[in-house]
């Protein structure tokens, strides 16, 4: 998606190809479009398939589109040879291939950091070519995240990044055909923020609004439920106030130079401990995600997998909660609004006896309502017919399964551009370094792909893995979950309790 020009300025964008795209050769197959032709910017007959880089999915959402709604790219007369834009398709060489399954990634990083160069698909093709992979980029920060009553009321478009995610599985239907896909056999998968954004989808419009794809893989959905126009209004101001945009009007917000915009955003999140996150605007985001699937406000009747992480945030204290009075303090931060009883309430939830400090008693908390709470929603709603899975590997912190599903021994062409521009480098990537068993990878990697083949994590290389039951195939009363581990094993579900159930209703909105 061109979207990246709203994040890295054209310079930087032409850099990062200097540093690397290998050239195309003549031999590169070219697919036509009706905006644009595309030639494959990398990949080789041996190496089994190709890479289209940098195919533009949307009209550069700058100037007037900044914080609009994305729109349709007009007509490109140059031949796109991955340097024009940036959503990458990987696909199998075999010209005379159709109606592959196609999966479709979305990244996380707290929606304000993340890039579609992150987990790229190549250990998933050395074990399977007969799918194909889009990546691509959507708003981060402040132009995907723009909300608040002055905001709307000056004509901005609230949670662009919603909009942006929308728009990208709406290309994938439309011209995924031309690249060989099945527009009937589309995975929507997705970590963390791109979790939620798949979430999103499925719920946007309150449920009105057509499925978007056929299946979908849900790591560790994060998401802050928060609220209110107060806390969103006050940091629009805040942040025109930085820019010199006082009163936050959108014509002289457009116009402010976007390194600028985005160290000014960075400067007020870090003073002011703000979280991004999508805010419900009544419209795309009808309620919070949750709240709309427990009462059927969506649309997907596809098979679904959703997993979490043992000790997505939990395992280390919450930097700033020192006292328990600070617990408070923190909750307050995060919801304005919450009342004193809703606090309490979640004190005696998560009761002091149970932590070992102040710090732990928050950051389990946070898992709970950022993280792990989403999860027993959608399985509820589901009515449990899903394929559940807990983290156990390693230290089973937020991002430790993403080094497993996307180990690679080799990369099929360098990384270009920084996968942190577009805001604050969010959390969301995973620790980085932790030793791999590429044993146990590949099984993660089977289980993913089998589903994206087939629609079921059970169907393909039967033989290398342990079945995985549904949520509900063994009547138990908390539900099953398969556990990754050094060994896998199947166990009761650790989510089907009452503090995931009080997180899930959101008492401060
Ligand atoms: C790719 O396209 C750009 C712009 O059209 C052009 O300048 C460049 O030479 C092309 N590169 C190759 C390797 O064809
Ligand atoms: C194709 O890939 C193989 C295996 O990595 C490599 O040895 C070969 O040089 C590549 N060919 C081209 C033309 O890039
Ligand atoms: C749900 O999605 C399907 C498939 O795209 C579509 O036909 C249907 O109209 C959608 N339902 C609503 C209420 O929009
Ligand atoms: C906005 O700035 C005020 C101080 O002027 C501060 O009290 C408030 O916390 C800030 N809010 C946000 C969301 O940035
Ligand atoms: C933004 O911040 C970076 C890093 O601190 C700095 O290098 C850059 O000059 C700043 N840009 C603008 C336009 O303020
Ligand atoms: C909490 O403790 C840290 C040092 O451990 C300190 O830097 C910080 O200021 C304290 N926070 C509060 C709110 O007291
Ligand atoms: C789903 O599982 C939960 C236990 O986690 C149970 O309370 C609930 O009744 C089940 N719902 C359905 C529809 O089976
Ligand atoms: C994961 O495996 C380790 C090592 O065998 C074990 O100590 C730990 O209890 C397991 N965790 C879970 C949740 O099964």
């Known amino acids: 998606m061109r979207f990246t020009t709203s994040f890295l300025p054209l310079v930087g964008l032409g850099a990062t190809l200097a540093s690397g795209s290998p050239a195309a050769t003549p031999a590169m197959p070219t697919v036509r479009l009706d905006y644009s032709t595309v030639v494959a910017a990398t990949g080789n007959s041996s190496l089994g398939y190709y890479k289209y880089q940098n195919i533009r999915v949307a009209a550069p959402p700058t100037g007037s589109l900044r914080w609009a709604k994305p729109q ?17 398709v990987s696909c199998q060489t075999s010209e005379d291939w159709k109606e592959a399954p196609v999966m479709v990634w979305t990244y996380g990083g707290g929606f304000s950091g993340g890039s579609k160069f992150r987990d790229t698909p190549e250990g998933l093709f050395s074990i399977s070519k007969d799918f194909i992979a889009v990546y691509y980029n959507y708003r981060l920060g402040l132009t995907g995240l723009g909300n608040g009553p002055t905001f709307n009321h000056e004509g901005g478009t609230s949670n662009t990044a919603l909009w942006d995610v929308q728009h990208a599985f709406e290309w994938t239907k439309k011209y995924i055909s031309a690249f060989g896909g099945d527009t009937e056999q589309i ?16 719920t946007r419009f309150a449920g009105h609004a057509p499925q978007l794809f056929n299946r979908a893989y ?21 942040v025109s106030s930085a820019v010199d945009c ?28 703000y979280q991004f996150q999508p805010r419900v605007d009544g419209n795309f985001v009808a309620d919070t995600y949750e709240a709309q699937f427990y009462q059927k406000n969506f649309n997907f009747s596809g098979p679904l997998v959703i997993t979490h992480e043992l000790h997505e945030t939990n395992s280390s204290p919450w930097a700033g909660v020192n006292t328990t009075e600070d617990v408070a303090k923190y909750l307050k ?9 809703i606090v309490q309430e979640a004190l005696r939830l998560h009761p002091e006896s149970a932590y070992t400090s102040p710090g732990l008693r928050f950051a389990d908390m946070k898992q709970s309502f950022d993280l792990t709470a989403h999860n027993l929603a959608v399985t509820q709603t589901l009515n449990n017919h899903t394929w559940n899975a807990a983290v156990a590997l390693g230290p089973a912190t937020h991002g430790t399964d993403q080094q ?12 270009t551009g920084n996968p942190t521009l577009g805001g604050p480098p969010g959390g969301g990537m995973g620790p980085p370094g932790i030793p791999v068993d590429p ?24 033989n290398d893995k342990l079945y995985w ?16 581990n050094t060994t896998f094993t199947v166990g009761p579900n650790d989510l089907a309790t009452e503090k995931t159930l009080f997180w899930n209703k959101a008492l401060w909105y």
């Open 333 to 341: 931060i995060f919801f304005p609004a919450i009342t004193d009883d």
């Open 72 to 88: 349709w790219p007009t007509t490109e007369k140059a031949i796109n040879n991955g340097s024009l834009a940036s959503a990458d």
């Open 404 to 415: 497993y599903y996307f180990y690679s021994t080799y990369q099929l062409s360098p990384s």
């Open 218 to 238: 849900v790591m560790s959905p994060g998401f802050v439920p928060g609220a209110g126009h107060h806390h969103a209004e006050e940091f629009w101001l805040n």
């Open 187 to 202: 995975t929507a998968v997705g970590f963390s923020a791109g979790a939620s954004q798949v979430l999103f989808q499925m």
């Open 439 to 462: 044993a146990i990878a590949v099984k993660m990697q089977k289980y993913m792909l089998s589903f994206i083949l087939k629609g079921d994590p059970n169907a393909l290389w039967k």
């Open 246 to 273: 006082n009163g936050g009007h959108l014509d002289c917000m457009r116009n402010v130079d976007f390194a600028k915009l985005n160290n000014a955003t960075n400067d007020v999140v870090k003073k002011y401990t």
């Open 469 to 484: 039951p549904m949520y509900d195939e063994k009547k138990s009363d908390s539900g099953t979950q398969l556990i990754f």
